[in-house]
């Protein structure tokens, strides 16, 4: 049997996608259902070994300990480290790949799909359950052309989205329905659900707030968690 999936997309950067995908893990694990995270393109300066000596992002091997599972380099296939403000060395599937300036990785990302996808689909065989973890936000309109990341991720494996915002920032509201409207019909509707992130007081005063977005986007809130300081 081939592995159901699921993504958590975000409103922006730190919006809370890693934490919600580890919670997501962790509630899957404990329904007694065999999981794993994955995230198509991580970028982040500090990579973690595997046991067979393949680097990956260090959110996946969080994720993964939430799943009850070895980090595999395959949950995160593409890793980039950063060199400077305009390069990064590119890790594909826990391997050097070469270092490249950003607009010549632009070019080249779609060459990387095929790899991301056997990542994918080898874990599809071997699990219940894949929750797939989106980076920075899905409505960068300037690169949603050669997206492998966000919806265009979702797009490939054809799996339902959460969307994420934070309210501890400010503006949720706008957020959520400015990420939602940026979106194509299809992309719309792949957007089963909302969720509010590190939302602090009274939730009863949110509500109406709640119905609204609803009424506006046709999109259900399917729950507001709230601001926890977890060290994870």
Request: proline letters at 5%; a neutral charge; hydrophobic letters at 45%.
């Amino acid at each position: 049997m081939v592995a159901k999936s699921l993504m958590v997309l975000g409103t922006m950067s730190s919006a809370g996608k890693s934490f919600i995908t580890a919670g997501l893990c962790r509630i899957f694990r404990q329904d007694g259902w065999k999981t794993v995270p994955f995230k198509s393109q991580n970028m982040a300066l500090n990579s973690y070994i595997t046991q067979d000596g393949k680097e990956m992002g260090r959110a996946q091997v969080m994720q993964a300990e939430a799943a009850g599972v070895q980090p595999d380099a395959r949950m995160n296939p593409i890793l980039l480290k950063p060199t400077s403000d305009s390069g990064s060395q590119v890790i594909v599937n826990g391997e050097i790949y070469g270092t490249m300036r950003a607009q010549e990785y632009y070019t080249k990302k779609q060459e990387l799909v095929p790899h991301i996808l056997r990542a994918y689909r080898s874990l599809a065989e071997e699990n219940d359950i894949i929750v797939l973890e989106g980076a920075g936000s899905p409505a960068e309109i300037n690169l949603k052309q050669n997206d492998i990341v966000n919806m265009g991720m979702a797009a490939m494996v054809d799996a339902p989205v959460l969307l994420v915002g934070d309210i501890d920032r400010g503006g949720v509201f706008a957020a959520l329905y400015g990420t939602i409207m940026l979106l194509d019909e299809a992309e719309r509707r792949r957007i089963r659900g909302v969720v509010i992130n590190k939302f602090r007081g009274d939730v009863e005063i949110l509500k109406p707030g709640l119905k609204m977005l609803e009424d506006l986007t046709g999109i259900p809130v399917l729950g507001v968690v709230p601001y926890l300081p977890l060290e994870l």
